[in-house]
């Protein structure tokens, strides 16, 4: 059993902060690259942010730039997404998925999850 599961979701008012957890159960997340992508209501998924197994990260859209934040924790398995300064805007369901080891891309192998709601109020 190879699973993603991401937690730590919720309805927070605009201003506040949120950080998700993306906990890897059935193997070790040590060598694998991690996105966090977003899907609104109505709306295509967007790919947020990626870190690869060196902890170097990339953002892959200028809209969370300076306010979202990806980090990795090994010994607990888990990548992070820590959310600043929500917005109404925000509101999505937040999914983490396998990436390519240089975050180039999706992996072919990478399947989605149910996410985490994220619900933004003004």
């Known amino acids: 059993q190879v699973q993603l599961v991401e937690s730590g979701g919720g309805l927070v008012q605009a201003g506040a902060s949120l950080k998700l957890s993306c906990t890897a159960s059935g193997f070790t997340l040590d060598y694998y690259a991690i996105g966090w992508f977003r899907q609104a209501l109505g709306k295509e998924r967007e790919g947020l942010s990626c870190i690869n197994s060196t902890e170097s990260s990339t953002y892959l859209t200028d809209s969370v730039k300076g306010r979202f934040i990806i980090s990795r924790d090994n010994a607990k398995n888990t990548v992070y997404l820590q959310m600043n300064s929500l917005k109404p805007e925000d509101t999505a369901v937040y999914y983490c998925?396998?990436?390519?080891?240089?975050?180039?891309?999706?992996?072919?192998?990478?399947?989605w999850g149910q996410g985490t709601q994220v619900t933004v109020s003004s």
């Open positions: 998925t396998f990436m390519h080891r240089l975050c180039s891309s999706v992996a072919k192998f990478a399947s």
